[in-house]
């Protein structure tokens, strides 16, 4: 189960709080969700992943998708707070070079 909670726009910025797993199950709602705050207001988008337990080869796919949705707009995507199992994924196939991860 996922929950992503929108937190609003601070610092110009529209953050997501995502807690949970999310898998090829619920990646299309997630990006859908996100979409839905994003196509109201294009800003950088920043999620706070501190509660994220779990992501998969899908997801990883959404979070590209994000991503170029977001840079074709001259947007930026930070993901913060990932846990270490959580990170690994995103270094073993490179994507912490083409988005920042803190």
């Given at each position: 189960m996922k929950?992503?909670?929108?937190?609003?726009?601070?610092?110009?910025k529209l953050v997501f709080t995502l807690t949970g797993d999310i898998?090829?199950?619920?990646?299309e709602n997630f990006y859908n969700d996100v979409c839905?705050?994003?196509d109201k207001a294009?800003?950088?988008l920043l999620f706070n992943c501190e509660?994220?337990?779990f992501i998969d080869s899908t997801t990883l796919g959404t979070f590209v998708k994000i991503l170029k949705k977001a840079k074709t707009?001259?947007?930026k995507m930070t993901l913060v707070g990932l846990q270490p199992k959580?990170?690994?994924l995103f270094v073993i196939c490179s994507l912490d070079t083409i988005m920042e991860i803190k």
């Open positions: 929950e992503v909670n929108f937190q609003g726009l601070n610092e110009n898998d090829a199950g619920n990646a839905e705050e994003y294009p800003s950088d509660e994220l337990d707009d001259g947007k959580v990170k690994k």
